[in-house]
């Protein structure tokens, strides 16, 4: 079964801090892997898609990996804002379908604390 | 920045009533998608279209319509709202092609009560 597991389910840290999201997979065959942020009560925006080939992708203080062999992302986030407070989602494309079938993860949520 | 829209963006109804949700995209895409999101969950694809006269049922079984009669347009009906379909509904786009990693915009979602 395709699947998509995002741990930790909640995470506090402190302003300026660095953290990492972890997300594993069991989606086959893969296409890519998207990173999106959600706001509370606002649609998800897109900070990262990797493909098979890459295993590192960065926008700005937002740095996501990707090991296709193990089928794990992280995402790490350095120095820690407010406004990075958030759910971050994984997403997995499978390849199998000209829709490219979305497995949505239930999302991390981060709370950064002054 | 992603020109989608939704409207509304919170609505409380009663049960029985009918609602339709608008889903508006300025960037010519031709697949849009509906996806409903409760609390903490994932979202679940529940209706999507590769263009114009196209829509198909998604992966999560819904009570609701929709249609594709514009490029644009992409609207989401309940003839019959129950409790049950209080959530927060959400309408992306994209360009053709998913598998090789083209991006997906999310509108704002439309949070919907039904008491």
């Known amino acids: 079964k395709n699947q998509v597991e995002q741990s930790p389910q909640s995470l506090i840290i402190l302003e300026g801090k660095n953290c990492t999201l972890q997300?594993?997979?069991?989606?086959?065959?893969?296409?890519?892997l998207r990173w999106y942020k959600q706001d509370t009560g606002r649609g998800p925006v897109s900070l990262t898609i990797?493909?098979?080939?890459?295993n590192t992708k960065s926008n700005g203080r937002y740095t996501a990996t990707l090991d296709a062999d193990t089928k794990q992302s992280s995402l790490h986030i350095t120095a820690s804002q407010l406004s990075d407070s958030a759910s971050y989602i994984c997403?997995?494309?499978?390849?199998?379908?000209?829709?490219?079938?979305?497995?949505f993860g239930r999302g991390t949520q981060l709370t950064v604390w002054p | 920045e992603a020109d989608i829209y939704q409207t509304p963006r919170y609505l409380v109804i009663g049960t029985g009533k009918k609602i339709t949700l608008e889903c508006s995209q300025t960037?010519?895409?031709?697949?849009m998608y509906w996806y409903q999101q409760d609390p903490g969950m994932e979202l679940h694809l529940i209706h999507y279209?590769?263009?114009?006269?196209?829509?198909e049922k998604g992966d999560l079984s819904s009570e609701s319509t929709v249609s594709r009669i514009r490029t644009e347009h992409f609207p989401l009906t309940l003839e019959s709202a129950r409790p049950s379909h209080t959530s927060q509904y959400l309408c992306?786009?994209?360009?053709?092609?998913?598998?090789?990693?083209?991006?997906?915009?999310f509108g704002e979602g439309s949070w919907l009560t039904v008491v």
């Open positions: 992306a786009s994209s360009e053709p092609s998913t598998g090789d990693g083209n991006t997906i915009y």
């Open positions: 997300c594993n997979y069991t989606v086959s065959p893969f296409s890519n």
């Open positions: 990797m493909t098979f080939s890459e």
């Open positions: 997403v997995v494309s499978d390849r199998g379908s000209t829709l490219g079938r979305l497995y």
């Open positions: 960037m010519g895409h031709d697949k």
């Open positions: 279209s590769y263009g114009v006269n196209s829509t």
